[in-house]
């Protein structure tokens, strides 16, 4: 680690609470700088650690979307991180798969429009599928001193990104039930346009509820 980013990080030390238990954190930003996100460590990683790379999803994850698969990500990869007792959640400023918030809503509504898939509305507005990258993170996480990781994903783009970096990766998926239509059309579409490790979706498969989302948040915060 640099000498900033483990300055910065040894200062930043605190507890964490989270479902009802402490754990260690530290944060810095990510290589590059803050504007393109931040390394939150858990506990004290080693090689062998989970760890996940996450793009910023300001629906799915502080608005409570169902239109995505988003926040019931993040929280599922903080629950094994948290159990784990240590982890790595590199968190990207990567809004609507790199193009940004507007593209995004610019997307949900030509889709509304048109019927298309959300890579497809985006391809069709002059943007591209999938603007991310990857080899910033990757780089954050040889700073930590990892060479070996369980990475939670379903994105083979990021499992390639790190064995780039020569960070041998171990790739966990990650499979959370869809809360509505519209997320299990998002999953389908990312299974087969990004090629994502998702099982194909059943579209007679009850979708889950509010309701439902609620009480497992309710059971997760007191285990």
Not at 56 to 62: D, F, Q, T, V
Not at 115 to 133: K, N, P, Q, V, W
Request: charged share 25%; glycine share 10%; net charge negative.
């Amino acid at each position: 680690m640099t000498a900033v980013a483990e300055t910065s990080a040894r200062a930043t030390g605190h507890r964490f609470s989270r479902n009802g238990h402490d754990i260690q954190l530290e944060v810095f930003a990510v290589d590059g700088g803050p504007s393109l996100g931040h390394v939150l460590v858990f506990g004290e990683p080693a090689d062998g650690c989970l760890v996940r790379i996450h793009s910023r999803c300001l629906y799915g994850e502080a608005l409570g979307s169902q239109d995505c698969d988003c926040g019931p990500e993040l929280r599922t990869s903080l629950d094994l991180i948290q159990e784990a007792g240590a982890g790595v959640l590199v968190y990207l400023e990567q809004e609507g798969r790199g193009e940004g918030l507007i593209a995004k809503a610019l997307g949900y509504r030509h889709a509304e429009h048109t019927g298309a898939d959300t890579f497809t509305a985006y391809r069709e507005l002059g943007f591209s599928a999938d603007a991310r990258s990857y080899a910033h993170a990757a780089r954050s996480l040889r700073t930590l001193g990892l060479t070996k990781v369980r990475l939670l994903t379903n994105n083979p783009d990021k499992v390639e990104a790190l064995r780039a970096a020569d960070i041998d990766v171990a790739p966990e998926p990650l499979h959370t039930a869809p809360l509505s239509e519209r997320a299990a059309a998002y999953l389908e579409a990312k299974r087969r346009h990004r090629g994502h490790w998702i099982p194909p979706q059943d579209p007679a498969a009850p979708v889950l509820t509010t309701a439902w989302a609620a009480e497992q948040r309710a059971t997760a915060a007191g285990r």
